[in-house]
């Protein structure tokens, strides 16, 4: 005779997606806490598979949901049953970069001024985006970057308007602006206190190679307005060649190169101490010469040229 389950046909309640009624036992384990039974879910009719542990617990989401927020950080969609592929790796590598955004906003303190966008928090929506070749996606390598389209917002938000995917020797380069919280001095501005003379200086780090720009008198906004001149044209212009070569490369797309082409070094929480007014901002275009940005941009061209080698065609 044969043994009867007493699961089948039993309702249990769920945590997040409301009651579910068990049909039959698809898959039968060595230990029977580990049984897969088929769910339909009372609300909505959704079928499913779970194990017998996760109905007991009330862990089973209900995937057909659209507007049910089915994780701990706020997140839903339909997570599984994806079939296309449009690169080469897992599914699960989407949804994990998905669920680690959701989990940083929510709980690092660094994030505690950055925010993600109601459309974001339905990982369907996500997953278009990502899809969409022009938002510069290519596997693994690539990092998700909310600061190149919107450099100068101070509250931060992850959205399709405000993001792009870029490789991470693009993400490094833009995060290395040389800027200590320490510093009196904007990026790009330095000081030695063991030089003899009352001197700040301009450099640009480009690889291994720290690129000397200018340098001028240490007291006055002046001098420190003509180095930060210098390096805001040096590191745009370095970028630029950057891009290029990226995009030559395949490994950006165009809308990012755009981007690139279009950021501008101009943080105010460094400078606003210094450049405060129209007649500054005309100061500093007095600096920067024809003469002057053919210099910069033949050391810049130099030193990238020794650069391009740590460039591969999969970042």
């Given at each position: 005779?044969?043994?009867?389950?007493?699961?089948?046909?039993?309702?249990?309640?769920?945590?997040?997606?409301?009651?579910?009624?068990?049909?039959?036992?698809?898959?039968?384990?060595?230990?029977?806490?580990?049984?897969?039974?088929?769910?339909?879910?009372?609300?909505?009719?959704?079928?499913?598979?779970?194990?017998?542990?996760?109905?007991?617990?009330?862990?089973?989401?209900?995937?057909?949901?659209?507007?049910?927020?089915?994780?701990?950080?706020?997140?839903?969609?339909?997570?599984?049953?994806?079939?296309?592929?449009?690169?080469?790796?897992?599914?699960?590598?989407?949804?994990?970069?998905?669920?680690?955004?959701?989990?940083?906003?929510?709980?690092?303190?660094?994030?505690?001024?950055?925010?993600?966008?109601?459309?974001?928090?339905?990982?369907?929506?996500?997953?278009?985006?990502?899809?969409?070749?022009?938002?510069?996606?290519?596997?693994?390598?690539?990092?998700?970057?909310?600061?190149?389209?919107?450099?100068?917002?101070?509250?931060?938000?992850?959205?399709?308007?405000?993001?792009?995917?870029?490789?991470?020797?693009?993400?490094?380069?833009?995060?290395?602006?040389?800027?200590?919280?320490?510093?009196?001095?904007?990026?790009?501005?330095?000081?030695?206190?063991?030089?003899?003379?009352?001197?700040?200086?301009?450099?640009?780090?480009?690889?291994?190679?720290?690129?000397?720009?200018?340098?001028?008198?240490?007291?006055?906004?002046?001098?420190?307005?003509?180095?930060?001149?210098?390096?805001?044209?040096?590191?745009?212009?370095?970028?630029?060649?950057?891009?290029?070569?990226?995009?030559?490369?395949?490994?950006?797309?165009?809308?990012?190169?755009?981007?690139?082409?279009?950021?501008?070094?101009?943080?105010k929480r460094d400078v606003d101490d210094y450049i405060t007014d129209d007649e500054t901002y005309t100061y500093i275009t007095c600096y920067m010469s024809d003469e002057v940005k053919t210099t910069i941009e033949r050391k810049v061209s130099d030193?990238?040229?020794?650069?391009?080698?740590?460039?591969?065609?999969?970042?």
């Amino acid at each position: 005779m044969n043994k009867i389950d007493l699961n089948i046909g039993k309702i249990f309640d769920t945590n997040t997606c409301g009651k579910i009624k068990v049909i039959k036992l698809v898959e039968e384990k060595r230990f029977s806490s580990n049984n897969v039974y088929s769910v339909v879910f009372i609300n909505t009719g959704a079928i499913r598979n779970a194990s017998i542990s996760n109905i007991r617990k009330g862990e089973v989401l209900d995937y057909s949901l659209e507007r049910k927020r089915v994780n701990k950080y706020g997140g839903y969609g339909k997570l599984h049953n994806i079939t296309d592929s449009f690169y080469d790796g897992p599914i699960e590598k989407i949804t994990d970069r998905w669920r680690n955004l959701l989990r940083r906003v929510s709980t690092e303190e660094s994030y505690k001024h950055v925010t993600i966008c109601d459309e974001w928090y339905n990982f369907d929506n996500f997953y278009k985006f990502i899809k969409n070749p022009d938002n510069g996606f290519k596997g693994d390598g690539y990092e998700l970057d909310k600061d190149i389209l919107c450099h100068n917002r101070k509250d931060k938000l992850y959205s399709p308007e405000t993001c792009l995917f870029i490789p991470r020797i693009l993400n490094a380069v833009l995060l290395d602006r040389q800027t200590h919280k320490t510093s009196e001095y904007p990026s790009g501005v330095t000081d030695n206190k063991k030089w003899k003379y009352d001197t700040i200086f301009a450099n640009i780090q480009i690889g291994a190679r720290k690129i000397s720009l200018c340098s001028s008198n240490r007291e006055g906004r002046k001098g420190v307005i003509k180095c930060f001149s210098y390096y805001k044209y040096a590191k745009e212009f370095f970028l630029k060649l950057l891009a290029d070569e990226l995009f030559k490369l395949d490994l950006i797309s165009k809308r990012v190169k755009d981007s690139v082409y279009s950021y501008e070094i101009h943080d105010k929480r460094d400078v606003d101490d210094y450049i405060t007014d129209d007649e500054t901002y005309t100061y500093i275009t007095c600096y920067m010469s024809d003469e002057v940005k053919t210099t910069i941009e033949r050391k810049v061209s130099d030193a990238f040229e020794l650069f391009k080698s740590r460039i591969k065609r999969r970042p």
